[in-house]
């Protein structure tokens, strides 16, 4: 196992909300310098625990992290670095959102210490942008991504959004092309998502937009892979593309290894291998803790055999590489061969997926049923009590 631990920090501010983002966030951005002045403070309650690994990756994430202005996030940095100890070529990245930065922001981003960025471009078509309800247009995504490369990023990330409503192969193609011409080193390619609650999901209810199209969404994930796999990209991870190993997401990497990491913000996770704890989802109840001198933790809880070998699974599944059968048979003293058998027999047998170098994997077209793949596993592990 590795030594190493991840930081993430959620900055829990959207000047709006996007139509189907369901993750945390507010539009108070009156705000943000209390929060600031949380997340110092809980950094620095939870440092006793943080000093014994090394810090290998930090990112910012939200919300829009790039509403905090360079001085607040480089206070944020210094917070790290002085209460836990971090690695020398510790991943620092923080997502950024066309229409919230200029090439001034950007340069003093990188004087900071920031050295990835994952700017969050949806696509390159101002309709599906409205759709989605983003704030910026086509033209600030383009000229974000120009200020990125003149400010000294070399390592940038853009998110890109398909299966949208109506949208057929050669719309989403023209996304595609784009971001590939402008030679970018990683791309996050996801399927349009209509969670619970959101108001795409009310609109849905309403029938103002139409149901998931998901045998057309399974033939743009294929054809997407295919794609920029000719265009030199590696399908490492199921959303997640890159030119050449060196250029993924460390701290996504490190998510999918299991690896352990501190949350800091509202609604943010931490993980250390035996259990998890999640944040107050709500800023008041967050700030309230703090100011008691408690850490802001909702709730926690300790995870069973049987969770983790399931979380192994999902995680595993998903990635180029798949789940290392040594390490399962290590982990949980028991073969993945021999308890699983009959279920990979079928995977393989149906081209799904295969065995090779101790790993098991999945198929390109394995990968396009994932989530059936996964119950059937998840329903096979054997319960703990």
Same mark, same amino acid.
């Given at each position: 196992?590795?030594?190493?631990? /991840? ?6 501010? *959207?000047?709006?909300? *996007?139509? =189907?983002?369901?993750? =945390? /966030?507010?539009? *108070? ?26 810090? #290998? !990756? ?11 202005? +360079? ?6 940095? @210094? ?5 836990? %100890? ?5 991943? +620092? !990245? ?5 229409? !919230? ?12 210490? +920031? ?33 990125? @490369? !003149? ?19 050669? #719309? ?7 971001? +590939? ?6 791309? $996050? ?27 057309? #969404? ?5 054809? &997407? &892979? ?12 199921? %959303? ?11 701290? #996504? ?32 109840? =967050?700030?309230?803790?703090?100011? $008691? ?6 709730? @926690? ?16 599944? @998903? ?13 949980? /003293? ?48 054997? /319960?703990?009590?």
């Amino acid at each position: 196992m590795s030594d190493s631990t /991840s930081i993430y920090i959620h900055i829990p501010f *959207c000047v709006k909300k *996007c139509l =189907y983002c369901d993750f =945390y /966030s507010e539009t *108070c951005l009156f705000m943000i310098p209390d929060v600031v002045q949380g997340l110092q403070r809980e950094i620095h309650t939870r440092c006793g625990s943080g000093r014994k690994n090394k810090i #290998n !990756t930090l990112y910012f994430g939200g919300g829009t992290p790039s509403l905090l202005n +360079v001085q607040d996030i480089d206070g944020l940095m @210094r917070s790290i670095e002085k209460n836990f %100890s971090v690695s020398l070529n510790m991943e +620092v !990245t923080l997502e950024v959102n066309p229409g !919230t930065v200029d090439l001034s922001y950007l340069k003093g981003l990188k004087d900071s210490g +920031v050295n990835r960025l994952s700017i969050g471009v949806q696509s390159f078509d101002d309709d599906k942008l409205g759709f989605l309800g983003r704030i910026h247009t086509a033209d600030q995504a383009r000229q974000t991504i120009h200020d990125a @490369r !003149t400010a000294g990023f070399d390592n940038i990330s853009i998110d890109l959004i398909y299966g949208i409503p109506y949208e057929t192969w050669d #719309n989403w193609l023209d996304d595609l092309n784009e971001a +590939v011409n402008l030679s970018l080193p990683h791309l $996050s390619c996801y399927t349009l998502t209509i969670e619970p609650q959101t108001p795409l999901y009310y609109q849905r209810k309403k029938g103002l937009i139409p149901p998931s199209d998901n045998p057309l #969404n399974a033939r743009l994930f294929q054809k &997407t &892979t295919l794609f920029l796999e000719d265009s030199g990209y590696d399908h490492y991870e199921i %959303s997640s593309f890159s030119r050449g190993k060196e250029n993924r997401s460390r701290h #996504n990497s490190a998510y999918w290894d299991m690896t352990p990491y501190h949350g800091f913000g509202p609604s943010a996770h931490s993980y250390d291998r035996r259990t998890r704890s999640w944040n107050h989802k709500n800023i008041d109840a =967050y700030m309230q803790a703090l100011e $008691s001198g408690d850490l802001p933790v909702e709730s @926690r809880e300790t995870l069973t055999r049987e969770q983790k070998m399931i979380e192994m699974i999902l995680l595993r599944f @998903r990635t180029l590489e798949g789940l290392d059968l040594e390490k399962f048979k290590t982990e949980f /003293s028991i073969s993945f061969e021999v308890l699983f058998k009959d279920l990979i027999d079928r995977v393989c047998s149906d081209s799904l997926g295969f065995i090779k170098d101790k790993r098991f994997t999945l198929t390109l077209e394995g990968k396009t049923h994932l989530d059936g793949i996964l119950e059937a596993f998840a329903e096979r592990v054997p /319960s703990s009590s």
